[in-house]
């Protein structure tokens, strides 16, 4: 397993105070001093690994606009490439990538022009490690929503679902970690948005969550076969729909 450096929140809120005075992000790596590794588990990465990270990053980045104006159509798209490419990039499939400290470091240190680009300026949240983090919250929406390589279209409710839905999901840690129900979830919203409209969808999907962990606290959500569970999510689309 490879290390990837961490970054605490101290520093991230020291960088920041020096992107805000600079008015702007900085377009190389920096805080280089700042980082730490974990003291066992793996070797580190290599600088010219991360170099890497940041070239195939900028790439993606590029294609939707970077560093230019963009819209939020190619924004989205941004997003929706960022997370397939996580979902097959191999030093980000192990346990390092479940840490908060890493994601801080590759927002703030690796990559923080691309997240003041695709953020439109310097937003803490975009940048402390967690689920608000600009590139971790696109991780955990491939680990929650990949229908897996063999598929026929494996990222059908990345591209489908709305920032709202992928809020609904990913920040909550009782969802994203089963991805069972986080697909379960995706696919009762785009039916559900095919009968009433994407526009919809909204208080619906906010409805049907809170009615669903409500669900969860009498009822063991992961020992529901994979038809009990698409059926209870319907039923709570449905009953959310009619309100």
């Given at each position: 397993?490879?290390?990837?450096?961490?970054?605490?929140?101290?520093?991230?809120?020291?960088?920041?105070?020096?992107?805000?005075?600079?008015?702007?992000?900085?377009?190389?790596?920096?805080?280089?001093?700042?980082?730490?590794?974990?003291?066992?588990?793996?070797?580190?990465?290599?600088?010219?690994?991360?170099?890497?990270?940041?070239?195939?990053?900028?790439?993606?980045?590029?294609?939707?606009?970077?560093?230019?104006?963009?819209?939020?159509?190619?924004?989205?798209?941004?997003?929706?490439?960022?997370?397939?490419?996580?979902?097959?990039?191999l030093s980000l499939n192990a346990g390092e990538a479940l840490r908060d400290d890493v994601w801080a470091y590759i927002t703030t240190v690796l990559v923080p022009d691309v997240v003041v680009w695709r953020f439109k300026g310097i937003t803490?949240?975009?940048?402390?490690?967690?689920?608000?983090?600009?590139?971790?919250?696109?991780?955990l929406r491939a680990k929650a929503l990949d229908r897996g390589k063999e598929s026929d279209d494996r990222w059908r409710f990345v591209n489908a679902l709305t920032e709202d839905a992928f809020v609904q999901i990913v920040e909550r840690p009782?969802?994203?970690?089963?991805?069972?129900?986080?697909?379960?979830?995706?696919?009762?919203?785009?039916?559900?948005?095919?009968?009433?409209?994407?526009?919809?969808?909204?208080?619906?999907?906010?409805?049907?969550?809170?009615?669903?962990?409500?669900?969860?606290?009498?009822?063991?959500?992961?020992?529901?076969?994979?038809?009990?569970?698409?059926?209870?999510?319907?039923?709570?689309?449905?009953?959310?729909?009619?309100?």
């Amino acid at each position: 397993m490879l290390l990837f450096p961490r970054l605490d929140r101290v520093h991230v809120d020291s960088l920041l105070e020096e992107f805000a005075l600079k008015e702007t992000a900085p377009n190389h790596p920096r805080g280089i001093d700042a980082r730490h590794f974990g003291a066992t588990g793996g070797s580190r990465i290599s600088d010219s690994e991360l170099a890497d990270l940041r070239r195939e990053i900028l790439a993606i980045a590029s294609e939707h606009g970077f560093p230019g104006a963009s819209n939020s159509a190619q924004r989205s798209r941004f997003d929706t490439q960022l997370t397939a490419f996580f979902a097959d990039h191999l030093s980000l499939n192990a346990g390092e990538a479940l840490r908060d400290d890493v994601w801080a470091y590759i927002t703030t240190v690796l990559v923080p022009d691309v997240v003041v680009w695709r953020f439109k300026g310097i937003t803490r949240r975009r940048f402390q490690g967690g689920v608000r983090n600009a590139l971790q919250r696109l991780w955990l929406r491939a680990k929650a929503l990949d229908r897996g390589k063999e598929s026929d279209d494996r990222w059908r409710f990345v591209n489908a679902l709305t920032e709202d839905a992928f809020v609904q999901i990913v920040e909550r840690p009782s969802i994203y970690s089963d991805s069972r129900l986080a697909q379960a979830l995706a696919d009762g919203w785009t039916k559900t948005a095919q009968r009433v409209g994407k526009s919809a969808m909204e208080p619906v999907m906010r409805r049907a969550v809170v009615n669903l962990r409500l669900r969860g606290e009498v009822q063991m959500l992961f020992a529901l076969d994979d038809a009990a569970l698409v059926n209870l999510v319907n039923r709570m689309f449905f009953k959310a729909a009619s309100f």
